[in-house]
């Protein structure tokens, strides 16, 4: 395997869990901040029971570690970009955990019942959610500088392609 299809790969991957953290942040975190404490405490123990036993979605959120790793030791940090780009990544993943972690501690602890309390958590939250998705959404794009401007322009142009037709299907099956 040469640098560059390394390099496509791992940010592929990277692209993918942006998407997922985005719909995380941008979605599913404003139904959560709908719920009542009984339900969105339920809700939250079930997401991260179902997001941690999910083996599509914690690839996503490992694999790029486990690939950037042996990538740095055989090719090393001389592609700038690609390099910010993993590490600001990481630095992502490390938000998530110093924030998020300890909310779904929290939570899952059936002695923590205070309502208020499970407002301040949920808004912790949602802070490391919505941080979580933009910092990998940066990676993301300083990855992509890697590669020359036309390379970028035509993934942008295809995304573009494929994402409309979802869009409109989208409303056309979502409820008014």
């Known amino acids: 395997m040469n640098q560059t299809l390394a390099e496509v790969l791992i940010l592929a991957i990277n692209a993918l869990g942006a998407g997922i ?18 339900t969105y405490r339920w809700f939250l123990n079930k997401l991260d029971k179902t997001a941690m036993s999910n083996p599509f979605g ?15 030791i055989v090719y090393g940090f001389n592609h700038w970009w690609f390099a910010a780009g993993s590490l600001l990544w990481f630095i992502g993943s490390i938000i998530t955990k110093v924030t998020n972690l300890p909310v779904y501690r ?11 309390e499970l407002r301040r958590q949920q808004r912790k939250l949602q802070t490391g959610n919505t941080w979580r998705a933009w910092i990998t959404l940066a990676s993301v794009i300083l990855m992509a500088a890697q590669f020359n401007a036309w390379a970028v322009i035509i993934v942008l142009v295809c995304s573009a392609i494929v994402t409309f037709p979802l869009l409109l299907l989208a ?4 409820p008014n």
């Open 21 to 38: 953290l985005m719909m995380i942040g941008g979605v599913i975190q404003k139904i959560m901040n709908e719920m009542d404490p009984p």
């Open 58 to 72: 914690v690839t996503i959120a490992t694999l790029p570690l486990l690939a950037m790793t042996p990538y740095f």
């Open 171 to 174: 409303r056309k099956y979502t």
């Open 106 to 116: 929290w939570v899952g602890n059936p002695k923590n019942t205070d309502p208020e």
